[in-house]
């Protein structure tokens, strides 16, 4: 999951005050709307945004915290954005999506999991942790269009938090930005759901999925299953989607080689030219106790996935020293194609089309500009970043 780029934790407030998720909750239940995504079941409603399922009945909520039964109707968040700005794409991180270009990101509240790592905690874990606090912003799809347009966004991401439980409201920014020329795409922990999925599918062109390991009883310690993360998995690349997948190497939690040549295996057995991104921990959150990921770690467990046989693994948040693995190589030559340095793209063999120019083989991916000036190649590593974002009004 990206960070979002303005946390803003609130102060103490007086005993006398109601407690801060209450407050919070008051604000964001004004900014909602009815779903789209559920069925009434047994005079309660089923939720169908996210692989929890939850059956909520009236008054409660569901266990994002921030989808909710109203008088048997199911309210979802709609029209705030509590984290905007346009990062690099290869921030999400994408790598064989329009290299260089700059996604227009957004994100609002809340999570279906509980990660005790998580970076983005401020906004993930709003409603469930008291110190999750974080301002927002009343927004319009058509003002997260016109920002597009105005920064020079390629992509219209939805982030930060776990977007699959506010579905509703990146459909209804995508269906805006779509026309407009924007590839739209989701970051996600890849807890979907088929009809989640299907409710997507005409707006999105990319997905990432965090897959945070390949360890079952783990994964529930985060808040959900490996199975229905696999399961997306093999829904998103059999629906056509431009799919890659990102694991943050926690030392210690999902480090170990037999789990990272299970979990790579399996990437393989779905389509060898998945990309694969290994990242790297530090910690935060309420995960503190385990060190930081070190450079051989990552290499490491960027050879198990090569050996695997998937065709296109990445080392990340490493730049500058992990060597090759930033690089998007031809599977079949070996010719570097993009030349990386964290979010700085030095080189791109790839801006008239996906085949190699040295043996023509093909390079799976979004390459294609749509008759737009590509990107150009950064000056410098470290040249390109994320950049703040103003709504007009």
């Not at 803003?8 to 007086?14: E, F, G, I």
């Not at 579905?167 to 995508?174: D, G, I, K, L, Y």
């Not at 990432?208 to 808040?223: A, C, E, H, I, T």
Request: net charge positive.
């Amino acid at each position: 999951m990206n960070r979002n780029p303005n946390p803003n934790p609130a102060a103490d407030t007086p005993a006398t005050e109601p407690p801060p998720r209450e407050r919070l909750a008051e604000v964001l239940d004004r900014h909602t709307v009815p779903g789209r995504l559920w069925r009434a079941e047994d005079g309660k409603v089923r939720c169908l945004a996210c692989g929890h399922r939850c059956l909520i009945a009236p008054g409660r909520r569901g266990v994002c915290k921030v989808r909710f039964n109203r008088d048997g109707e199911l309210r979802v968040p709609f029209g705030y954005v509590a984290g905007v700005a346009c990062d690099p794409v290869e921030k999400k991180p994408f790598f064989h999506v329009l290299p260089g270009s700059d996604a227009l990101t957004f994100g609002m509240l809340g999570c279906d999991f509980h990660c005790a790592y998580c970076q983005n905690w401020i906004t993930s874990q709003a409603l469930r942790d008291d110190a999750a606090l974080a301002p927002i912003q009343p927004a319009t799809p058509e003002q997260l269009v016109a920002a597009a347009r105005r920064y020079g966004a390629r992509l219209m991401v939805s982030s930060y938090n776990e977007p699959l439980i506010t579905a509703e409201w990146a459909a209804a920014v995508f269906a805006a930005a779509r026309p407009a020329g924007l590839l739209c795409a989701f970051v996600s922990n890849g807890n979907a759901t088929p009809e989640a999925l299907d409710f997507l599918q005409p707006w999105l062109a990319a997905y990432k999925v965090d897959l945070k390991g390949f360890n079952d009883r783990r994964y529930r310690s985060l808040g959900g299953t490996l199975a229905a993360v696999t399961e997306t998995i093999r829904q998103v690349h059999a629906r056509g989607l431009w799919l890659e997948v990102v694991t943050l190497l926690v030392p210690g939690f999902n480090d170990d080689e037999a789990e990272l040549r299970d979990l790579t295996q399996f990437l393989a057995s779905v389509s060898p030219d998945i990309p694969w991104h290994v990242t790297a921990f530090h910690p935060d959150y309420r995960m503190t106790e385990p060190r930081p990921t070190r450079v051989a770690d990552l290499i490491r467990a960027a050879e198990i996935g090569a050996a695997a046989g998937l065709r296109f693994v990445y080392a990340g948040n490493l730049p500058g020293r992990v060597g090759e693995w930033e690089n998007t190589r031809c599977p079949h030559c070996a010719r570097t194609l993009v030349r990386r340095h964290g979010f700085a793209v030095l080189e791109n063999l790839l801006v008239t089309g996906n085949r190699c120019p040295g043996c023509g083989a093909l390079v799976p991916g979004l390459w294609n500009y749509a008759g737009a000036a590509h990107p150009p190649v950064s000056e410098g590593a470290g040249s390109r970043g994320p950049r703040p974002v103003t709504l007009n009004c």
